[in-house]
């Protein structure tokens, strides 16, 4: 299976930081990496698909890069909506496999 | 409007069997490989099983044979049939629709439903 290993696993910034969390996979997944955001007691809502396209309605501030083995998430200036908790997923192969998850706090 | 959802939740007994349903609405259901993804308590996202357009089926490996996915193209609706449930399937189970991108047949899970909650306990 497809290990994703997602760092930190915690983070606290302010308003207007700029961030980035990163997506470690256990084998070659090309760009076949999506990234999540989920709010407590909510659905996940999808940000970034294959690496680095923007999903539809999806504020231009989250940015995702990396291919093969090495990703990251980056989201610029943040906002208070966006303090949230954040998954990467390879969908190179099944079985589908998701990161730990990093839960991002307001400072 | 893409809609999606989850109902069949509940308070089940360990050993007991449950089924989830997923209705969809919104899209052409029928040209959409659909799944399943749960989240414990507390705990992260874990994917369960997808159900291509063709039929075709594919699970995680902790189903070990309990969890058996369908889809009803004229009902747009999907299935999820969980047998021997264990403590360890208390969750809230998501359905989730699939769409494809470059040569990958998965893709993204574009459009989640709300969830619905299985608690296994006795």
Same mark, same amino acid.
């Given at each position: 299976?497809?290990?994703?290993?997602?760092?930190?696993?915690?983070?606290?910034?302010?308003?207007?930081?700029?961030?980035?969390?990163?997506?470690r996979a256990?084998?070659?997944?090309?760009?076949?990496?999506?990234?999540?955001?989920?709010?407590?007691?909510?659905?996940?809502?999808?940000?970034?698909?294959?690496?680095?396209?923007?999903?539809?309605?999806?504020?231009?501030?989250?940015?995702?890069?990396?291919?093969?083995?090495?990703?990251?998430?980056?989201?610029?200036?943040?906002?208070?909506?966006?303090?949230?908790?954040?998954?990467?997923?390879?969908?190179?192969?099944?079985?589908?496999?998701?990161?730990?998850?990093?839960?991002?706090?307001?400072? | 409007?893409?809609?999606?959802?989850?109902?069949?939740?509940?308070?089940?007994? &360990?050993?007991?069997?449950?089924?989830?349903?997923?209705?969809?609405?919104?899209?052409?259901?029928?040209?959409y490989a659909?799944? /399943?993804?749960?989240?414990? &308590?507390?705990?992260?996202?874990? /994917?369960?099983?997808?159900?291509?357009?063709?039929?075709?089926?594919?699970?995680?490996?902790?189903?070990?044979?309990?969890? *058996?996915?369908?889809?009803? @193209?004229?009902?747009?609706?999907?299935?999820?049939?969980? @047998?021997?449930?264990?403590?360890?399937? *208390?969750?809230?189970?998501?359905?989730?629709?699939?769409? &494809?991108?470059?040569?990958? /047949?998965?893709?993204? @899970?574009?459009?989640?439903?709300?969830?619905?909650?299985?608690?296994?306990?006795?």
């Amino acid at each position: 299976d497809d290990q994703l290993t997602q760092s930190p696993s915690s983070l606290s910034a302010f308003v207007g930081d700029r961030v980035t969390i990163t997506c470690r996979a256990s084998q070659n997944i090309d760009t076949y990496l999506n990234w999540y955001q989920q709010k407590p007691g909510k659905a996940p809502k999808l940000l970034i698909y294959a690496a680095s396209s923007l999903h539809s309605g999806v504020p231009s501030r989250f940015s995702g890069s990396g291919s093969g083995t090495e990703f990251a998430l980056t989201i610029n200036t943040l906002q208070p909506e966006d303090f949230a908790t954040y998954y990467c997923q390879q969908s190179c192969r099944t079985p589908i496999t998701f990161g730990q998850g990093t839960r991002l706090d307001i400072q | 409007e893409v809609q999606l959802v989850e109902s069949g939740g509940g308070l089940i007994q &360990p050993g007991g069997s449950l089924r989830l349903s997923c209705a969809a609405s919104g899209f052409s259901f029928r040209d959409y490989a659909m799944g /399943w993804v749960r989240q414990a &308590p507390g705990k992260g996202l874990e /994917w369960v099983s997808v159900i291509r357009d063709s039929g075709r089926t594919f699970y995680a490996a902790f189903v070990e044979g309990r969890f *058996t996915i369908s889809r009803d @193209n004229s009902k747009s609706t999907m299935y999820l049939q969980i @047998n021997s449930l264990r403590a360890e399937d *208390t969750a809230v189970y998501y359905c989730v629709r699939t769409a &494809p991108y470059g040569t990958g /047949w998965y893709g993204k @899970n574009d459009f989640w439903g709300q969830g619905t909650l299985v608690t296994v306990s006795s």
